[in-house]
T-cell receptor
Framework: GENVEQHPSTLSVQEGDSAVIKCTYS??????FPWYKQELGKGPQLIID?????GEKKDQRIAVTLNKTAKHFSLHITETQPEDSAVYFC??????????FGTGTSLTVIP | KAGVTQTPRYLIKTRGQQVTLSCSPI?????VSWYQQTPGQGLQFLFE???????NKGNFPGRFSGRQFSNSRSEMNVSTLELGDSALYLC?????????????FGPGTRLTVL
C-alpha cells in the first residue's frame, strides 16, 4: 500500500516568514494530493489540492508543488499570520480513492 | 450548503460497551469515509461507503463496522469497547465523480473509553 511521510513534525516561524512542509509518497499510482489544516477541536479542512497532471498550484498565500518523478510534494505558506497556527496534513490518493495521510505538522506562528 | 455533520460530538463509554456514531454527508455526496485519529497514530482509515456498499476497508478489527443508508447517511459501530478505542472519529464525504475526489471532513466525535 501507499506510505506517506511528512516533515517536519513541528515547525515554528516568526509572523511574516514563510513555512514549508514536505511530504513523500511511495505509490506511483497516487494521482491526487490534498492538504488539510486542522485547528484545535475541529475536523481537518481542505486548504489546497493538486492533481498529478499539474506541477504547481497557488491560492493567495498558499502554494503546493508536486514532483512526480521524485514522488514528493510540498506546501508553501508565505507571509505567515498567527491564524495559520494549526496542524497540517498531507495526503496521497490513488485511483481507488483510498486516502493515505501523513503524520501531520504542528505549525506555530510566533507574533 | 451545510457541511458534514456528526453526532454526537462527545461520548463517554466504559470498556465492554458498544457505541454507534452517526454521520450526515454534504447534500449530494454519495461517498462517506470514516477515520480514527489519535495522537500516536495520526489519521487512520477505517472504511469507505458508496451507494450503501463498502468500497474500501482499513486494517481494523471486526469490532469496527459501518453501514450506509439510501440517503447516504452513515453510521459506524464499535462493539466491545477497549481503552485503546479512545479517539476522535472523523467522517468525510465526497461527491465521487471519478476515481478520486476531494473529501470534506466533519468536526468529529470524541470518544472516551473508561
Amino acid at each position: 500500500g501507499e506510505n506517506v511521510e511528512q516533515h517536519p513534525s513541528t515547525l515554528s516561524v516568526q509572523e511574516g516568514d514563510s513555512a514549508v512542509i514536505k511530504c513523500t509518497y511511495s505509490d506511483s499510482a497516487s494521482n491526487y494530493f490534498p492538504w488539510y489544516k486542522q485547528e484545535l477541536g475541529k475536523g481537518p479542512q481542505l486548504i489546497i489540492d493538486i492533481r498529478s497532471n499539474v506541477g504547481e498550484k497557488k491560492d493567495q498565500r498558499i502554494a503546493v508543488t508536486l514532483n512526480k518523478t521524485a514522488k514528493h510534494f510540498s506546501l508553501h505558506i508565505t507571509e505567515t499570520q498567527p491564524e495559520d497556527s494549526a496542524v497540517y496534513f498531507c495526503a496521497a490518493i490513488n485511483t481507488g480513492n483510498q486516502f493515505y495521510f501523513g503524520t501531520g505538522t504542528s505549525l506555530t506562528v510566533i507574533p | 450548503k451545510a457541511g458534514v455533520t456528526q453526532t454526537p460530538r462527545y461520548l463517554i463509554k466504559t470498556r465492554g460497551q458498544q457505541v454507534t456514531l452517526s454521520c450526515s454527508p454534504i447534500s449530494g455526496h454519495r461517498s462517506v469515509s470514516w477515520y480514527q485519529q489519535t495522537p500516536g497514530q495520526g489519521l487512520q482509515f477505517l472504511f469507505e461507503y458508496f451507494s450503501e456498499t463498502q468500497r474500501n476497508k482499513g486494517n481494523f478489527p471486526g469490532r469496527f463496522s459501518g453501514r450506509q443508508f439510501s440517503n447516504s447517511r452513515s453510521e459506524m459501530n464499535v462493539s466491545t469497547l477497549e481503552l485503546g478505542d479512545s479517539a476522535l472519529y472523523l467522517c468525510a464525504s465526497s461527491f465521487l465523480t471519478g476515481d478520486t475526489d476531494t473529501q470534506y471532513f466533519g468536526p468529529g466525535t470524541r470518544l472516551t473509553v473508561l
